[in-house]
């Protein structure tokens, strides 16, 4: 439980940190040009936090606990955010009247990233840990 606990709270602390980093930098620049007229004009925190709790969830299972090494979480990491980002982007892309190419390129480039660097950091954290 020890273990799981680590990793969780080492993937969000990781995950949220550079996610807060890549949305206050690109959403100017990026999501409101890009999206305009389609961006809720109020941030709506329970979807958030419940997107936040769930993937971070998603990622400790299937990319930092199966891993024993880093560069593997890394990998599993990088191909789980790509999975999840495109569910998400490419619908969007496939249903929407107006979906920009720009963002899902670049969302499907950050979630691969950003979820590989988590998975990586959190399996070498619990590495740490675990040696005697």
Do not use: H
Not at 7 to 24: E, H, M, N, Q, R
Not at 69 to 96: C, E, F, H, I, S
């Amino acid at each position: 439980m020890k273990l799981i606990l680590t990793a969780y709270i080492s993937t969000a602390l990781t995950f949220l940190g550079l996610d807060a980093v890549w949305l206050s930098t690109m959403s100017a620049r990026l999501y409101k040009p890009a999206l305009q007229g389609l961006l809720a004009e109020n941030f709506r925190p329970v979807p958030a936090l419940l997107f936040y709790a769930l993937y971070i969830g998603g990622v400790v299972a299937f990319a930092v606990l199966p891993s024993d090494k880093p560069g593997m979480a890394l990998l599993r990491g990088a191909g789980l955010g790509l999975v999840a980002y495109a569910t998400y982007d490419l619908t969007n892309q496939a249903t929407l009247r107006r979906w920009s190419v720009l963002v899902t390129s670049a969302d499907l480039a950050w979630g691969s990233l950003a979820t590989g660097i988590a998975a990586a950091i959190a399996c070498a954290i619990c590495s740490a840990l675990a040696k005697p």
